[in-house]
């Protein structure tokens, strides 16, 4: 009984093999195949037939499936691991999100990457290629990775001048391997990728039209910005709040936090309600050499985030200068002295 036990579970097991082999090799010949098996792993897999993973798919079927069974090392809890694989190389594409996740909810209020949305464990060489191919496709290699963060917290800040280009001709594998690159960095790196991918990857690319991603907050503060120019009046200080330093200090929220976002926001007050740095650190519990360091972080932000940002503001000023009242002349001023000044070390 239990000889003919065994032979079952084998028939069983030739039978899903021949099944997913036809299935693979009836598919167009797009080179999935030529891909090694190690291509369709993820981090959190286990049982893997370690033999087989350095050996293309298409090898790996042209072989009978005793053979197979047969390798040193590769039982049948090996074998099933082997299938799984194989049922991935088979989907017509590398899914839209990391295997299992659900998609991220629209208008979702996090601000910040580290959230049971992403799982940098689930992400697969498949589906790493899958991103790298459209940050090429759409001729963002020279983006800096601070750019197209979603929130510039989790970023290291010695990598938020870095190309994009720097990490698309690299492998998951290789990625990992790079020296600084710990479990949180590459999470961040891959968060980068992910949110570039979903935001271009069903778009149409046109011979007449060209695709930019920028952080949201840029679009309307620069057609506001080129309107006001226009303008023979000069914006009144309500306006350069609402459509300055309002975004801006959303802006310093999502890559900063609150804290240092109110920061600012004390800094750029006027009058009686202004609070001095010596105040500013006393309710944070900091020296005020500390206080600067933290201000200064808001001109990094701005360095990497919208570095043209001063080249629009300086007009602004002039116009103010020629014509604006003297509170919207301060507000703009202290704008541009904290956010841009003269010197900004990234």
Known sequence: MARKGVATDQYRLIGTYERLRKNL??????????????????????????????????????????DLLATPGVGQKKIMGFFHLLQRAAKESPPEKPFGLPSPKKNSKKLSVGSDRFDPNLVSE??????????RQHGFVDHKLGRLAPSLQPLPTVIWHTRLGEYTEL??????????????????VLEVYRSVHEAVATSTRDENLELELLPRFIPPAVRWLVDALAQEAPPTLADIRRHVVSPLLHQLQIDLGLQIANLVAGRLQSGSRAPSVKEQAADMGVTRARIYQLLEEGANVMEVRWPEGRWFLAPLEE??????????????????????PEQVVA
């Open 25 to 66: 090799l009836d598919k167009p010949d797009d080179g999935r195949l030529d891909e090694h098996l190690s291509y369709w792993v993820l981090p959190t897999d286990r049982r893997l037939p370690i033999a087989f993973l350095g050996r293309p798919v298409r090898d790996l079927l042209e072989e009978p499936f005793d």
């Open 126 to 135: 498949a589906l790493w290629s899958t991103w790298t191919e459209t940050i």
């Open 171 to 188: 492998s998951l594998a290789q990625i990992r391997r790079l020296r600084t690159h710990g479990e949180k960095r590459v999470s961040a």
């Open 319 to 340: 116009k103010l200068a020629a014509g604006g009242t003297p509170a919207a002349q301060q507000l703009l001023y202290g704008v541009i002295e904290l956010l841009y």
